[in-house]
């Protein structure tokens, strides 16, 4: 029988009718725990020495060092009658948390519901912890609905745990409930709320919790004040974030990195580099940050010379460079950074290889890619999601599609940059049909589209020539069900449908309406769309509005050149060029790359 919440499992043993004869079902949880952890013992010194019985004797240096010692005395004692008081559960309970045992956690919360224990706030405050952390929210917040009487530890862990498993508003609605109750928000509530206000950036949301930081008086504090400065700075209001580093009396290193950050992430590399020479110790994070900031805004080749010259480089450090190379299509040297890492014994961590996948899928440089997967295999990391998903998307532009496939499936806990590598996976690789099915698996699975998302499957709509009406389905859901403002690529993709449908007519219309009159590309892809139907009207309007915006693209010209042939106009053809002459425009020359024998031309 499997027991899927501790509430089926109490009324699983109420329903027993030799309940009080049996063995008690906590005797039985920490028997189980002690097992698991004698064996643990033995096997680490000698396998052979020991033979699990219901007469074991622990090794003399049992417990072990990471398991409470009141936890093992209590569990000695128990079977003599000891009642376990709210202290004994409250570290039995923090200890399945650390360990993530689960069922042993659900058995515990079993007993704690037949003794009645659960009214105590310390104990059902545990609790939800220990939900939290089995990110079973849903649990968690039933537990905190019968709480009789809420403390701020109470709330703080609703608040924090949906922080970090990604509801925040829900977080943010915790947060409202708290500041309305009779409960005073201490520093880590304000810190929580702060931190969701800071990923949502929601910067009115974020002044409004300042203004009570500071009638609370908590805003003299480094925690509280470190965060307001992360969150100015991530919802693009510097200023505020100096601010708040100005009246900071004691600023430790987490306050000069977070304002350096600021800086960075408002694209002020002069202020960054202010704050950088003034901190008076610069730490590894410090160095990390304005070698991020100066592959960003600078010349890459100096941060090349920080991490040659910095105290103590990390992973962090060499990654940052590769990263930088990889954004600015310099992928070879990326290979080259990534090559004397590995010389050097430097530990890659999952997003060094994620960076250096996202180079090679951009290089389809199938060999390497295949190289890099192999040393993933064997750092035991190919399971993550963050690898998974760059190694689907290599494969995905290195041709291999299937492969792409098979890596998606098993991969074990999927998120939508996942799903979204696959998608575009499909989609560049002309399997369209498959796009739109693995578009409608992932709306039945507990995911948010984004408007990645939404780009492949209207990619996947023009490529495949959907029904116009099914595609705008697709464009007006983005937009009204998920709230997804849409971007050049998907108006591009939804014009391109409308050329093969001969409905351009739809599009100048549409381009105003969603605000786009002033995008170069968006009319260089209804251009592009009139010279597939060969409508040469609409491409003349299309062809003026794109000669104002990018006069020295030759792409208008030639475009409309190659209508009035199509139409036997062969004056406006010759007017057409003799424009082009005139005004020094010529067509570019196509080129493309691939590898041989493993060397990128």
């Known amino acids: 029988m499997q027991i899927t919440s501790c509430r089926a ?69 128990f079977n003599n009658g000891t009642r376990p008081n709210s202290y004994m559960l409250v570290q039995m309970i923090r200890f399945c948390t650390k360990q993530g045992l689960l069922y042993y956690g659900q058995q515990l919360h079993c007993h704690i519901m037949r003794t009645g224990s659960a009214s105590d706030v310390f104990v059902s405050t545990a609790l939800i912890g220990f939900y939290v952390k089995a990110m079973s929210l849903d649990e968690a917040h039933k537990l905190f609905v019968e709480i009789p ?64 930081i500071v009638i609370c008086g908590f805003e003299s504090g480094n925690l509280v004040a470190n965060c307001l400065i992360d969150m100015y700075g991530k919802c693009s209001s510097l200023e505020e974030a100096i601010r708040v580093f100005d009246a900071l009396v004691d600023k430790d290193a987490i306050s000069w990195n977070s304002v350096i950050a600021a800086s960075v992430k408002n694209q002020r590399l002069d202020l960054a580099i202010r704050y950088f020479d003034q901190m008076p110790n610069p730490d590894t994070i410090s160095y990390n940050e304005m070698i991020n900031a100066i592959a960003q805004f600078g010349n890459i080749e100096e941060s090349v010379q920080i991490l040659e010259t910095m105290p103590s480089p990390d992973s962090s450090s060499w990654t940052t460079i590769i990263t930088g190379y990889v954004n600015q299509n310099r992928a070879r ?25 996202s180079g090679i899928a951009c290089l389809s440089a199938l060999t390497w890619g295949m190289v890099v997967h192999s040393c ?29 496939e098979l890596l998606f499936q098993s991969v074990p806990s999927k998120n939508v940059v996942t799903w979204n590598a696959l998608l575009s996976g499909f989609a560049h690789n002309g399997e369209s049909n498959k796009v739109i099915e693995l578009f409608e698996k992932l709306k039945r699975e507990d995911l948010q589209p984004n ?22 389905e697709y464009f007006t859901s983005m937009i009204d069900d998920y ?12 014009i391109r449908l409308m050329g093969q449908q001969g409905e351009v007519w739809r599009a100048e219309k549409m381009i105003y309406e969603l605000g786009f009159g002033s995008s170069g590309p968006v009319w260089k892809a209804l251009l592009g769309a009139c010279g597939v139907c060969g409508d040469l009207e609409v491409a003349k309007v299309a062809a003026a509005k794109l000669t104002e915006l990018e006069a020295n693209d030759e792409y208008a010209y030639v475009m409309v050149s190659n209508l009035s042939a199509h139409h036997g106009k062969w004056l406006d053809v010759g007017a057409v060029r003799e424009l082009m002459r005139n005004k020094g425009v010529t067509k570019e020359v196509g080129r493309s790359w691939i590898e041989m024998e493993n060397v990128i031309p």
């Open 149 to 212: 009487q809420r403390n701020v530890v109470s709330w703080n862990t609703m608040i924090s745990g949906c922080v970090h498993s990604g509801r925040l508003s829900k977080a943010l609605a915790f947060f409202t409930e708290l500041n309305k109750s009779e409960v005073a928000a201490d520093g880590f509530s304000f810190t929580a709320a702060l931190a969701a206000c800071s990923q949502l950036r929601l910067l009115q949301m974020g002044m409004s919790i300042h203004c009570k």
């Open 9 to 77: 499992l109490y009324k699983h043993f109420r329903s027993q009718s030799q309940l009080h004869q049996a063995p008690s079902n906590l005797t039985i949880l920490l028997y189980s725990i002690r097992t698991n952890y004698i064996n643990r013992e033995i096997h680490r010194t000698d396998s052979s020495a020991f033979c699990t019985n219901a007469n074991f004797s622990p090794p003399q240096n049992f417990p072990p060092k990471d398991m409470p010692l009141l936890l093992f005395e209590f569990s000695q004692n």
């Open 451 to 472: 408007e990645i998302t939404f780009l492949s499957v209207l990619a996947a709509c023009s490529h495949n020539q959907v029904p116009l009406k099914r595609a705008y």
């Open 376 to 404: 993933t295999i064997k750092c035991g990391l190919d399971t993550s999601v963050v690898i998974g998903s760059a190694l689907v998307d290599m494969y995905s532009k290195c041709g291999r599609v299937e492969n792409a």
């Open 483 to 494: 709230g997804i403002l849409p971007i050049t690529e998907h108006l591009t993709s939804m």
């Open 333 to 357: 040297e990326a290979l080259d950074v990534f090559t004397s890492m590995h010389a050097n014994g430097v530990h890659m961590d999952e997003y060094t290889y994620s960076s250096i996948l």
